[in-house]
């Protein structure tokens, strides 16, 4: 049976000049279906718990610039 992964990046589009930043990455990890690694993902950008480099803003910060 094959198993699948998704890999995403995460980006932060400035409203004023349009310029893109990336500002984080993951993977969701084998997977049974695409629906399961779906679901990791979906996780993942829910907690924060995405991978970043260390210029990159840590996801708690970016979840709360979401919230406010």
Do not use: K, N
């Not at 409203?15 to 893109?20: M, N, Q």
């Not at 979906?42 to 995405?50: F, P």
């Amino acid at each position: 049976m094959s198993e699948y992964r998704i890999d995403y990046t995460i980006h932060r589009i400035d409203p004023d000049s349009g310029e893109s930043e990336e500002i984080g990455f993951g993977a969701s990890g084998a997977s049974s279906g695409i629906p399961e690694a779906a679901h990791v993902i979906s996780s993942d950008l829910d907690t924060g718990s995405w991978e970043t480099e260390p210029h990159q803003p840590c996801p708690d910060e970016v979840l709360t610039e979401e919230t406010a």
